[in-house]
């Protein structure tokens, strides 16, 4: 018999993660429609909160989302989300202008 609770704590640790992958999924189709920049500055977002979710839910809520320790997720996921909004954001010119 399955326990109620338990079934709605393991749906609610994957929330945080299948957000992420959903905002990276859109990111990843405006890419392909050739809108490079959005869909590059919508992928830094999906990193960038990831970050945020690491940041306020415990291990256990943050699911898939929590590979390494807290500060090493908050440093890579951060850091990565924002040199590519930089990046996109920066850009001029180029073959997709």
């Known amino acids: ?14 929330v945080a993660f299948g957000l992420v992958v959903l905002v990276a999924l859109i990111a990843f189709v405006l890419i392909a429609l050739q809108h490079w920049r959005r869909g ?3 992928l830094g977002g999906a990193l ?3 970050a945020v979710f690491r940041a306020v839910l415990s291990p256990e809520r943050a699911g898939l989302l929590a590979i390494r320790s807290r500060p090493v997720d ?3 996921y951060g850091g990565l989300g924002t040199l590519i909004i930089i990046d996109a954001v920066t850009i001029v ?3 997709f202008s």
């Open 1 to 14: 018999m399955h326990d109620r609770f338990g079934d709605r704590s393991r749906f609610s640790e994957h």
């Open 40 to 42: 590059a500055t919508l």
């Open 48 to 50: 960038v909160l990831a």
């Open 74 to 76: 908050l440093l890579l």
């Open 93 to 95: 010119g180029g073959p």
